[in-house]
């Protein structure tokens, strides 16, 4: 059986720590990835645990739940502006290979390709700007190719 990990003297220690300020950020990760994400809990577990268990302020509690927000961000920010940067990359990728083959395909990888970008925006992939960016290039890209298209056909 898995050793609970919330609970212990232990997470009552971090918990008063985190309250107080008396964390580094690496330690504010470790206890939180210890003590709730491991266990499948979230930062309102975190924050329902300071409340309902604690005789901390609410200003402590509030204090902790930003800081825990600040170091969840700048851990994870990082690694969603690289995958963004990934996925722009391929929908580039994919708008310069619109130019080669039939209309129908050109259509049909037109479509995908703002599906992906419309899914992307909603997962927090891309901000808005890089959205609409794409969306006008692939536009763009598209009625060119359109054009070669009727000129080589008439």
């Known amino acids: 059986?898995?050793?609970?990990?919330?609970?212990?003297?232990?997470?009552?220690?971090?918990?008063?720590?985190?309250?107080?300020?008396?964390?580094?950020?690496?330690?504010?990760?470790?206890?939180?990835?210890?003590?709730?994400?491991?266990?499948?809990?979230?930062?309102?577990?975190?924050?329902?645990?300071?409340?309902?268990?604690?005789?901390?302020?609410?200003?402590?509690?509030?204090?902790?739940?930003?800081?825990?927000?600040?170091?969840?961000?700048?851990?994870?920010?990082?690694?969603?502006?690289?995958?963004a940067r990934i996925m722009e990359a391929k929908l580039r990728g994919y708008m310069d290979e619109l130019e080669a083959g039939s209309m129908w395909d050109c259509k049909q990888i037109y479509d995908w390709m703002f599906g992906a970008i419309d899914f992307s925006r909603r997962i927090g992939l891309i901000e808005g700007q890089v959205e609409n960016v794409l969306k006008e290039e692939l536009e763009r890209r598209f009625e060119d190719m359109r054009e070669k298209l009727r000129e080589a056909q008439g």
């Open 1 to 83: 059986m898995k050793k609970r990990m919330r609970g212990t003297e232990e997470h009552r220690i971090w918990l008063f720590d985190l309250a107080h300020g008396n964390l580094k950020d690496e330690q504010i990760l470790q206890g939180f990835t210890k003590y709730y994400v491991l266990e499948g809990y979230v930062m309102a577990n975190v924050v329902d645990d300071m409340r309902f268990h604690t005789h901390y302020s609410m200003d402590q509690i509030r204090q902790s739940k930003e800081n825990l927000e600040r170091v969840i961000w700048v851990t994870v920010e990082p690694e969603r502006v690289r995958k």
